[in-house]
């Protein structure tokens, strides 16, 4: 491209849309930001508190070397999802290292840190846990290849639950949606759970609210409690996305 220009649609047609009850978050538009405790790692904050939501989700970038341990702040419970490349987790004394699809739940408390020697990209969701008076659940380190797919009213459409859906100390689920062309939901949901969904592979049409967006491999959306929201996927491959939903708790009525 001649120096100096600019692919068309930067500017005057970017998906970037951030409302008070659902974000699209292209990753092209992300601002990195680097943080103490990490070292060869950007961190790309897709939601946060300060858009709205009730917890905060992060695509990491470790370069070849990266490593990076959370600051120790109380009641706070993690979740990492390696998106791609491997990336080695430390908690307490044991390592484990996760290939993608690969990923890891901590509860309140749990020391841990994360080294990379090759570079990885992943998912980071963080919540303040509710304990619900159950006491908080214990640590998971699994693969996706290792979880279940299960099927939802219609062919075509499985879910994996990558936490234990009937475990009620969890209060949060991380889940993998697949779609074969042609699929959607049976209805458009609309829901007091919010989400988190990072695109894993595939592209598609996305509802929130009373608009449509077209969505591919790597973005994010944030949607509010309450949001209405469908999918349906386009082209002729498979579509799938990683999904957190608060779950397992009665509302708070402040
Ligand atoms: O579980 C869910 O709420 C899911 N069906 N929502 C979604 O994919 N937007
Ligand atoms: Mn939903």
């Known amino acids: 491209m001649e120096q100096g220009m600019i692919p068309p649609g930067v500017a005057g047609h970017n998906r970037s849309m951030v409302t008070p009850h659902f974000a699209v978050m292209p990753p092209d538009g992300i601002l990195d930001s680097r943080l103490p405790g990490w070292s060869g790692a950007r961190l790309f904050f897709q939601t946060s508190p300060q858009m709205g939501a009730r917890f905060v989700q992060a695509m990491v970038a470790f370069e070849p070397g990266g490593r990076g341990e959370p600051a120790r702040v109380d009641g706070i419970s993690h979740f990492y999802y390696v998106v791609e490349h491997s990336c080695d987790i430390i908690i307490g004394t044991q390592r484990h290292t996760l290939t993608a699809g690969g990923y890891a739940y901590l509860p309140p408390g749990t020391a841990h840190r994360l080294e990379s020697a090759f570079g990885a990209r992943l998912t980071w969701i963080r919540k303040k846990f509710d304990d619900a008076g159950l006491g908080a659940p214990p640590v998971i380190v699994s693969h996706a290849d290792q979880v279940a797919h299960r099927l939802r009213h219609t062919i075509g459409r499985s879910w994996q639950h990558l936490l234990p ?80 939903k608060d779950v397992n708790r009665d509302v708070d009525l402040g």
């Open 165 to 244: 859906e009937e475990d009620l100390r969890y209060d949060f689920a991380v889940n993998i949606l697949h779609f074969k062309p042609g699929t959607h939901f049976a209805m458009v949901e609309t829901h007091i759970m919010e989400h988190g969904l990072l695109m894993l592979t595939g592209q598609g049409m996305y509802l929130l609210g009373r608009t449509w967006h077209e969505v591919w491999t790597g973005d994010f959306i944030w949607m509010g409690p309450y949001c209405p929201q469908q999918f349906y996927p386009t082209g002729w491959g498979d579509a799938a996305y990683l999904l957190y």
